[in-house]
């Protein structure tokens, strides 16, 4: 009778004594972030679907790293532009020229008289320099662009070939068509990507593919 007694007693008494000297480490705080639960506190930056959480100590260098890029990308288009524009101011001063000898040479199978291609090819790189030079409706300027650019290409690989592209070195040190073919990646960049954060279509229209969706929401009536 008694061990019935003492027995539960001291079990209940070892089992207390364990709990007492146990210690419980201190959770981590967490962050959930869309079902994701991280072991440190940061800034959630949404990235379509899913959101990235980032240490809050690493938001001053991603901000100075975008700042850089967008500074880097509105240099590129300043620059490409202000290198543009001499092309189109060229044509007009030699339209007789540049229609006989490219465009009726090498395009005569355009519609139309060869000189209209030769005053359109220079109002789009006169006109487009100014409107992407500012980043308005950015990226049908810089398509209208780089198509003039494709057309120089073709001329020069037409007129020259390809030269020894790519491993030959021409007698002029680069390839006639080099020129050409680097403002033809440079404006497809901005035909994909728009002017950048600096610009009119972002910084005073909102947006430039915002701006498109609101015309064909007003023209299809779904506004």
């Not at 539960?8 to 981590?28: E, H, S």
């Not at 540049?98 to 006109?127: C, D, M, R």
């Amino acid at each position: 009778m008694l061990l019935r007694v003492v027995c539960p007693l001291l079990l209940l008494a070892t089992v207390n004594a364990v709990n007492m000297g146990a210690r419980v480490a201190p959770k981590k705080p967490s962050v959930r972030s869309n079902g994701l639960r991280t072991q440190f506190a940061g800034r959630v930056v949404p990235t379509g679907r899913n959101a990235i959480v980032a240490p809050a100590e690493e938001a001053p260098f991603a901000e100075a790293a975008q700042l850089a890029t967008d500074l880097s990308i509105t240099a590129l288009r300043l620059g490409t532009c202000v290198l543009m524009v001499h092309h189109g101011i060229d044509k007009l001063e030699h339209v007789d020229g540049f229609t006989a000898n490219v465009v009726a040479k090498f395009f005569g199978f355009l519609p139309g008289e060869p000189s209209f291609w030769t005053y359109s090819a220079a109002a789009t790189q006169i006109a487009g320099a100014g409107l992407l030079g500012i980043g308005l409706l950015s990226r049908p300027t810089a398509a209208a662009m780089s198509g003039t650019m494709i057309a120089a290409v073709a001329f020069h690989l037409l007129n020259t070939g390809t030269e020894g592209f790519p491993l030959g070195v021409p007698a002029q040190h680069s390839y006639n068509f080099e020129l050409a073919a680097m403002y033809v990646a440079t404006l497809l960049f901005f035909t994909a990507n728009g002017a950048g954060r600096f610009s009119v279509d972002e910084q005073v229209l909102g947006g430039e593919l915002k701006l498109y969706k609101g015309l064909v929401d007003k023209v299809t009536g779904k506004e």
